[in-house]
C-alpha cells in the first residue's frame, strides 16, 4: 500500500450527460459494447484507479470509478478524476481542451449522490425513465466480467439499484406515459379498461404501429387494421397477429371497434361526423376513443363533440406527456429525499471501511502488550502462579485493562465524521506507532473477519455480506473471489473483499 | 336527547365513535383529493370501515331497544347513511373509488347530523307493521340511488375534464375509466329500482288505509323518481342509452327522491 494510512478508497465519477454536452460530442465519446473491455483494463492500469465502470448510452457516457486506498480527504478522488479524464480524451482521440467545458467530475458523497440519481433516472433527460437502470446494469455486468469491480463500487452499484427501485415504487417518479405513442394507451384507459378492447388502425404509420404495440400491451385482446393500399395493412397485421380489413369497410369498422388510431396521409379529413355518427348508433353508444395522429389531421373535430366519441390529436397528446413530465418533476423531490437518506448509510459504509484497518491494528497491538505482560507476570510469579485459576485470572485481568483502554479511542475512531477520517486514522497511527504490514488492508484474513464485525459496529459485517456475493448479477464477487484464500475464511465479513481487492492492485502494479 | 318517549332512545356510545370515525375518514378522503400521499386514500377508507361498524352496532343496539328504523325520519336517515357507506366500501373494492369517497364520507356526516339536528325523533303516531316496511324500503332504494347518483355525478365530472381535454386535474390523473363508472351507477339503479318500486306500492296501499290524499306532492314527485329510473332502465336496455345521458337522468331521479325526503322532513318539523 502507498499510503501510511490504510483504508478503503473513495468514489469518484468523470462524464459528461445531455445536460452538459451535445449530441456531436456525446456521440464523439461512445463507447461500443466491445471497446468496453479493453477501456476498462487501460482505466485500471492508472495508478490511482482501482476500480470502474464504464457507463456509455445516447443520454451520457460516465466512469464510474474507487481510487486506491489511503490519501488526504478527496486527494485520490481528484487525481484519479483527473487520469480518468485524460484516459477518456486519450482513448477516443479527442483534444482534452475540447472535452473540459463538457466533462464534470464528482468525488465521495457528491459521486454516490450522482450515482444514485442515475440509477435512479432522476438525471434522465425524460425524469423516471426505466431504461438507464438496465443500462447501468449492464455496464456493472460488463465491468465485472472484466476483473474491474471491487468492494467500494460493487457495494455503491447495488446501493444504487436498491435506491432506483425503492424510488420507483415509493415516488410516483415513473407515473404516466412519458411519450406519444404511449400516451393513447393512457387516454383510453380514461375511458375504459382495455382487457377484451378491439383497436382499430388507420393507415399503416409507424406512429401508429408503435402506438398499437403499446394498447396491444395493456390488453386489447384484438387488432384490425386498414389502409388505402392493402399490402401495407396485411403487412403490419400480419406483425401484430391482428387482421387486415379492406379500406371500403370502414364505416362498419368503426362500429367493430373501441380504439381508433389514425394515421394517413390524407389531406382531407377521413372520420367525418356523418360516418362517426352512423358508427355510434350501430355501436349503441359504447364509447369510442379516438386518437389522430396524423397531420393534416384524419378526423374532423366535430366528431369530439358526438356523445361517447373522445378524440385526440397530435396536440392533446403532447399536452398530456408535458403534464406527466411535470408530474414527474414535482415526485422528484420525494425522490432526492430517498436518495439523501441512502447517501448518507452509504458513506457510513464507507467510512467505516476507512477506519476498519486501523482500528483491527490498535485493537491487536493493545492485545500484544496485554498478553505479553501477563505472560511476563505469570512467569515472574513462579510457583505462586502454578495453578490454573490464578494464571487465568491474570490473563483475563491484561485483557479487561486493554480492553477499558481501548474503549474510548475506539469509539472516537468509531464516530469520526467523514471530514476526519483521514486525520483521525493518520494521528491514531502515529501514536501507537502501527503500521506495517499488519494493519494495510491486506493483513491476515483471520482477524479481519473477527475485527471488522466489531469494529464496523453491528450492522456492518451484515451489510457488507449482502453487498457483493448475494447480489443477483453479483459480478462484484468476480473480483473478490479472485482473493478466495483470504475471503473463504471469513466470507461474510466487511473487510473480506478489502484484501480482493488489495491483493489484485498488488498484483496488477506487480 | 330527551326520553319522553318510550320508544325513543339517546344514541348509543357507538354512534359518536362513529360520528368522529366518519368525520376523521371525511376528512382524510378530501386532503387524499387535494393532494395525496400514498397512505391517505387507505387509512381514510379504514376509518369510513371502522366508523360503518360502530354506527352499524349504534343502529342494532337501537333495533334491541326496538326503535326500529322504519319508525321516524331521523332513524331512516341514519339507516340510510349507512347502507349508502356500506355500499361504497362494498364497490370499492374492486373499482377505484377512492375519489368518490371524498363525497360519500362527508355525505354520510351530513345526513347523520342532519337527522340528529332534524326536531323529528319521536316515531309516528299509530305506525302499523305496513307503515314502518315502507319506510324501510323506501329508505334503503334511495340509498342505493344515493350512491348511484354519487357515482353518476362523479362520471359526469369526469367526463366533462376529458372532453374539454384538461389533463392537469386529479379527476384526470386518480379517476376510474368512465365505463366502469357507467356500470356501477346502471348496477346500482338495477339494485335500487325493485326495493323503490316496492316501497312505492306499500306506500300507496298505507297511504290508502291513512285515507291520505293523493294530492299530495311528495307522491308526484316520487313518481318522477320512478319513472326516471324505470325510463333510464329501458332505455339502456332497448336503445343502448349510456353516459353522460344516463348519469344525468340518474340525477334527476335521485334530486326527485331527495326532494320527497326533504317534504317529510319538513312536515314532521311542522307537525303536519
Known sequence: ?510 | MSETAVVTVAPSAAFYVSLILYAASALLFISAFVEAPRWMAPTARWALLAAFVAHGIDISWRGVLHVHPGTSVREALGLLSWVMVGGYLWWSRRFKLALLGAFVAPAALAILALARLSPSGEPMAGLSLLGRIHISLATLGVAVFTLATFVAGMYVLEERKLKRKEFDGVLYRRGAALESLDRLSHRLVVIGFPIFTAALMLGVVWGAQRAELLSRPEWWISLVTWVAFGGLIVARTTRGWRGRKAALLTITGFSASAAVLAIYLARRALGG
Open chain 1, 1 to 510: 500500500m502507498s499510503s501510511p494510512a490504510g483504508g478503503a478508497g473513495e468514489l469518484f465519477v468523470v462524464g459528461l450527460s445531455w445536460r452538459t454536452a451535445p449530441v456531436a460530442v456525446r456521440e464523439r465519446l461512445a463507447f461500443r459494447d466491445e471497446e468496453i473491455p479493453p477501456a476498462l483494463a487501460d482505466l485500471l492500469a492508472s495508478p490511482d484507479i482501482d476500480e470502474a465502470v464504464i457507463l456509455s448510452t445516447c443520454n451520457r457516457v460516465e466512469i464510474f470509478g474507487s481510487t486506491s486506498p489511503g490519501g488526504g480527504p478527496g486527494a485520490r478522488g481528484i487525481s484519479a478524476a483527473a487520469q480518468a479524464r485524460s484516459f477518456l480524451a486519450r482513448s477516443r482521440g479527442v483534444a482534452a481542451e475540447g472535452l473540459s467545458d463538457h466533462l464534470y467530475e464528482r468525488v465521495d458523497d457528491d459521486a454516490i449522490r450522482h450515482l444514485f440519481k442515475v440509477a435512479a433516472a432522476l438525471d434522465s433527460m425524460v425524469v423516471g425513465e426505466s431504461q438507464i437502470l438496465g443500462q447501468l446494469k449492464d455496464a456493472y455486468g460488463a465491468a465485472g466480467r472484466a476483473q474491474a469491480i471491487g468492494a467500494i463500487l460493487g457495494r455503491s452499484m447495488e446501493k444504487a439499484f436498491q435506491v432506483a427501485k425503492r424510488v420507483r415504487s415509493e415516488t410516483g417518479i415513473s407515473r404516466g406515459a412519458a411519450n406519444v405513442s404511449s400516451v393513447a394507451v393512457e387516454l383510453a384507459r380514461r375511458v375504459f379498461d382495455l382487457m377484451g378492447k378491439t383497436v382499430l388502425v388507420v393507415g399503416a404509420g409507424k406512429m401508429s404501429a408503435l402506438a398499437a404495440r403499446h394498447l396491444r400491451v395493456a390488453g386489447a385482446s384484438s387488432l384490425i387494421v386498414t389502409n388505402r393500399s392493402p399490402e401495407r395493412a396485411a403487412e403490419l397485421a400480419a406483425e401484430f397477429e391482428g387482421s387486415a380489413r379492406p379500406w371500403e369497410d370502414l364505416p362498419h369498422l368503426l362500429a367493430e371497434a373501441d380504439v381508433v388510431l389514425s394515421s394517413t396521409g390524407a389531406t382531407e379529413p377521413i372520420l367525418v361526423p356523418r360516418l362517426v355518427k352512423a358508427a355510434m348508433k350501430a355501436r349503441r353508444w359504447r364509447p369510442l376513443v379516438v386518437v389522430d395522429i396524423a397531420v393534416p389531421r384524419d378526423a374532423d373535430p366535430a366528431i369530439g363533440r358526438i356523445d361517447g366519441v373522445y378524440l385526440f390529436d397530435i396536440d392533446d397528446l403532447e399536452r398530456v406527456v408535458a403534464e406527466n413530465l411535470k408530474e414527474r418533476q414535482k415526485e422528484a423531490d420525494a425522490a432526492m429525499e430517498i436518495v439523501e437518506i441512502e447517501v448518507g448509510e452509504l458513506r457510513r459504509w464507507m467510512r467505516a471501511q476507512r477506519v476498519v484497518p486501523t482500528i483491527r491494528s490498535l485493537r491487536e497491538h493493545f492485545h500484544q502488550i496485554a498478553m505479553g505482560e501477563a505472560e511476563r507476570c505469570i512467569g515472574g510469579l513462579g510457583a505462586a502462579a502454578e495453578q490454573a485459576e490464578v494464571q487465568k485470572a491474570i490473563r483475563r485481568m491484561s485483557e479487561l485493562i486493554a480492553n477499558k483502554l481501548l474503549h474510548t479511542p475506539l469509539s472516537a475512531l468509531k464516530a469520526t465524521e467523514q471530514v476526519d477520517v483521514e486525520t483521525m486514522v493518520e494521528v491514531t497511527q502515529r501514536l501507537f506507532a502501527l503500521g506495517g504490514p499488519a494493519d494495510a488492508p491486506g493483513g491476515p484474513a483471520g482477524q479481519a473477519g473477527q475485527t471488522s464485525a466489531e469494529g464496523a459496529g453491528p450492522g456492518a459485517a451484515v451489510t457488507a455480506a449482502s453487498s457483493a456475493p448475494t447480489s443477483a448479477s453479483a459480478p462484484a464477487s468476480a473480483r473478490a473471489s479472485a482473493a478466495a484464500p483470504a475471503s473463504a475464511a471469513a466470507p461474510a465479513s466487511a473487510a473480506a473483499a478489502a484484501p480482493a481487492k488489495a491483493v489484485h492492485s498488488q498484483g496488477k502494479k506487480a
